[in-house]
């Protein structure tokens, strides 16, 4: 069964600071994604990551995947009050048609 | 870009009653679009996969009879939530995956359900 574990759960941070959320999970993946949720919106799609090695950034925001750990990180620049929200990996398998999700990282960035 | 929608954005509805939420993909077809429940403070829980001309696929747990799920086209799939009760209170989001690909999923903007 795929199961995915993000860590930390919570985070508060000062402006400025730099951080990483780390996401793993239990078996083999073909995709994995992150995704980020506003209080009281969906889901906004960040990155998406399908080879062992795949750095992919954006901004303050840089993800990568380690498939041989069965590890993504999502690393915070800089952070800045904005990038306020809830960040969430999620994993999927071609032909499995689902997704699983990790409980989410709820990320509080204090100016 | 990818867009889906979902309406209606807000519902509040008296216990017993049933509500139906729309999903549409709006520029592309989609065969496979899929239900999740989000209570608040949690995670996606995936309630089903549902494929156009089939019957829908529900996750263990969640009750067939309780919440159906019809995907009469390529771009329009239906969550009814019958007889509705507090506890069925939740953000509910849909997503859809493009017919041929890309082997992803495009989110709608989530419909909030309060049961009275």
């Known amino acids: 069964e795929l199961k995915v574990e993000q860590n930390p759960l919570f985070l508060s941070m000062q402006e400025g600071k730099n951080y990483t959320i780390y996401c793993n999970y239990s078996?083999?993946?073909?995709?994995l994604y992150w995704y980020r949720q506003d209080p009281g919106k969906s889901l906004e799609s960040l990155f998406v990551l399908l080879s062992n090695g795949a750095v992919k950034q954006e901004g303050r925001l840089m993800a990568s995947l380690d498939t041989k750990a069965r590890l993504s990180t999502l690393h915070i620049t800089a952070a800045v009050h904005d990038l306020s929200a809830t960040y969430f990996c999620?994993?999927?398998?071609?032909?499995?048609?689902?997704?699983?999700f990790g409980k989410g990282t709820r990320l509080h960035i204090l100016p | 870009g990818a867009v889906v929608s979902q309406h209606p954005s807000r519902v509040i509805c008296k216990s017993g009653t049933s509500v139906k939420i729309e999903c549409r993909s709006l520029?592309?077809?989609?065969?496979?679009m899929f239900w999740y429940r989000q209570f608040p403070k949690q995670s996606l829980m995936l309630m089903a996969t549902s494929n156009e001309g089939s019957k829908a696929t529900y996750e263990q747990g969640v009750e067939k009879d309780k919440f159906l799920i019809n995907h009469a086209s390529l771009t329009l799939s239906t969550l009814t939530v019958t007889s509705a009760h507090p506890e069925d209170s939740s953000f509910y989001i849909c997503?859809?995956?493009?017919?041929?690909?890309?082997?992803?999923?495009?989110f709608g903007p989530g419909t909030r359900l309060l049961v009275l």
């Open positions: 078996t083999t993946s073909d995709r």
């Open positions: 999620a994993v999927d398998r071609v032909g499995a048609d689902k997704i699983i």
């Open positions: 520029d592309f077809q989609a065969t496979t």
């Open positions: 997503s859809a995956r493009p017919a041929g690909g890309p082997e992803t999923q495009y």
